[in-house]
């Protein structure tokens, strides 16, 4: 098992550029989160899906950011434009929900950069 | 909606020592409560949890325990050692609900 999958790791932009992240959950897992970790807020909840649908996304900051899941086993997290306060850890982590089961898998982050 | 909060921020010990985390939260609807661990630049990985029907749980150097009258709940390291040095975060949710809300986090350092 390969564990939650994120992309690209790291990436560097200039303000106003668009960047998107990405993120590949664990196989048959059906919750999907993510968040946003930095030193002043801490690890922020975005948007969560549960079956590819999003369920809450009252923790997305700004229209400027966007959240997708196609299928089961694909994610994106959009940023356009992007700024500077936006350079943060991106981290995905997805669920399986079976039953009592409510542990989340965190994948190993995009760390944003915006200049 | 659930809110968590968690104390201290910051926590030194001696190797050795114990350590003791401790978060309370607001919504009376939340039973399940993890515990995540955070080394420096790597992702949070869950330690242990505890769910409300149990008031304690031990697995090893780690225990929880649970208050849900007064929704209160602890992490409890014993003998620590430099690799426990990490962030420590508490979380409440709703067994089958989708929502875990994280606290602030406790920077862990234990001095050799």
């Known amino acids: 098992d390969a564990g939650v999958i994120q992309s690209p790791r790291h990436e560097v932009t200039e303000m106003g550029q668009e960047v998107t992240l990405r993120c590949k959950p664990i196989s048959g897992h059906n919750s999907l989160f993510w968040y946003r970790q930095t030193m002043m807020r801490g690890l922020e909840l975005l948007i969560y899906?549960?079956?590819?649908?999003?369920?809450?996304d009252s923790g997305m900051p700004e229209d400027r950011f966007s959240a997708k899941m196609p299928n089961a086993s694909f994610s994106t997290l959009k940023i356009q434009p992007s700024e500077p306060r936006d350079s943060a850890v991106y981290f995905c982590a997805s669920s399986p929900r079976e039953g009592s089961i409510n542990e989340q898998f965190f994948g190993p982050g995009t760390r944003l950069t915006v200049l | 909606g659930e809110n968590v909060e968690q104390h201290p921020s910051t926590l030194s010990v001696q190797e050795g020592d114990s350590a003791v985390i401790k978060c309370t939260y607001s919504d009376s609807a939340s039973n399940y409560f993890p515990w995540y661990k955070q080394e420096l630049g790597k992702r949070p990985q869950l330690i242990i949890d505890i769910r409300s029907n149990v008031g304690e749980k031990k697995d090893q150097r780690i225990a929880v325990t649970l208050n849900k009258t007064a929704k209160h709940f602890s992490l409890h390291i014993t003998e620590t050692q430099p690799e426990d040095s990490a962030v420590y975060f508490c979380?409440?949710?709703?067994?089958?609900?989708?929502?875990?809300?994280f606290g602030a986090g406790t920077r862990l350092f234990v001095k050799a």
């Open positions: 899906f549960n079956n590819n649908v999003p369920i809450d």
């Open positions: 979380a409440a949710s709703e067994t089958g609900g989708f929502k875990t809300i």
